[in-house]
């Protein structure tokens, strides 16, 4: 496997803490390979957002203009490599082909080809301040938590990209009131409670009961039919998929400023989690697996600690031994979600392997979970 082409990402976070572009980090033992697995990827590519594409330690090289690029691709320029001839050779064939391209690692010293028409520049942030006149919007990436992303904000920086906003959030508090009652909704459908006494509930908050509509209709659902009622979703998709949908509702419901990057990754989560689980549970534990990798994440989204939030729902076993204790039969699912979220390729291929699942499996569904988690348009 250690031959094997795996892809893991990271988000880029704009001004407003939403996240604008995902960034792909394709981890390959060549060019040509890298292209023959995104070429591979391509009726799973994510399409809401632009795409950055790096090649990780390679050097770009001409072989990349075999892959016929999704219109949202952009494609990383490192640095270090601007002056390697394949690179020259590439960067204009690249520009002639319609492909944006991204300069990475940039430093103000290093002489840069003339004409190129940089649209993001990712700038590491740790080694060296903001340049004066960066040629592309500048990004700024290796910051620490959120403050660190509000100071390099103030400083001049466009957006950032990493994990940044899963450091710097308190999550020592109590379930707020809103949050409160989706919980109850929760615990209404998990015990298939009469469709009457949970449209009671909905009614004393029109926005939750909107927000849930609006989830369920989404594109990333695939209905055939718009669902227009509870009742109508009831009678449509059954309990058991109206508490997958009242988890996401949960998971969208907080209001802290990083809450769209926190909700996109946590969705993504869930959605890699149930695809990528499919060959191994009964289609009733998928919905499981969803809401594991959504709450994996509760504690920052809301504001309060994982256990006092599970402690106010009825989560089978297997979702809660996951998530408090990283045990039991889905927390190896998790962490493979987790290691997308992950620059070492050697950790996402080691439990793969644990797994017995291929490099072609993981990608797949990371693409396709990311794809689904961003047609829900958080915050």
């Known amino acids: 496997m250690s031959n094997s082409v795996l892809i893991t990402r990271e988000p880029v976070i704009n001004k407003q803490h939403k996240i604008t572009a995902n960034r792909l980090v394709v981890h390959a033992a060549s060019v040509a390979q890298a292209v023959d697995a995104l070429t591979g990827l391509a009726d799973v590519w994510p399409t809401t957002h632009p795409v950055f594409i790096s090649l990780y330690k390679l050097v770009p090289t001409p072989d990349l203009l075999n892959w016929h690029a999704p219109a949202n691709a952009m494609v990383e320029i490192p640095n270090q490599a601007i002056a390697h001839p394949l690179t020259l050779a590439l960067i204009p064939q690249l520009q002639g082909a319609g492909i944006s391209l991204n300069l990475t690692w940039y430093q103000s010293d290093t002489p840069l080809p003339p004409d190129i028409n940089w649209r993001f520049v990712i700038i590491d942030a740790r080694r060296q301040p903001l340049p004066a006149d960066p040629p592309g919007l500048a990004i700024a ?11 390099a904000i103030a400083t001049g920086y466009d957006g ?26 929760l615990n209404l459908v998990r015990r298939n409670a009469e469709v009457k006494d949970i449209e009671t509930v909905l009614k004393q908050d029109v926005a939750l009961s909107y927000k849930l509509l609006r989830y369920i209709n989404s594109a990333g659902f695939g209905l055939m039919c718009e669902i227009q009622s509870f009742r109508h979703a009831v009678s449509i998709l059954g309990y058991d998929k109206l508490n997958k949908w009242l988890s996401v509702l949960l998971v969208s419901a907080s209001r802290d400023p990083s809450a769209p990057a926190l909700m996109q990754t946590a969705i993504a989560r869930g959605r890699f989690m149930e695809q990528i689980g499919a060959a191994f549970f009964d289609k009733g534990e998928l919905d499981n697996l969803f809401i594991t990798g959504a709450f994996s ?24 031994d996951a998530l408090l204790g990283g045990e039991g039969v889905y927390a190896p699912f998790l962490k493979l979600a987790r290691a997308l979220e992950n620059f070492d390729d050697k950790i996402l291929a080691a439990l793969a392997k644990d797994l017995h699942i291929t490099p072609e499996q993981i990608n797949r569904a990371h693409l396709e979970a990311l794809a689904f988690a961003d047609s829900l348009q958080f915050g």
């Open 141 to 151: 990436w290796g910051l620490a938590d959120v403050p660190d992303f509000r100071n």
């Open 160 to 185: 950032a990209s990493g994990w940044f906003f899963l450091n710097g959030v308190k999550s020592d508090g109590k379930l707020a009131p809103s949050h409160a009652q989706i919980v109850r909704l």
């Open 297 to 320: 994440m509760l504690h920052l989204l809301l504001g309060a600690s994982l256990q006092s939030a599970l402690d106010e729902m009825h989560l089978p076993a297997p979702i809660c």
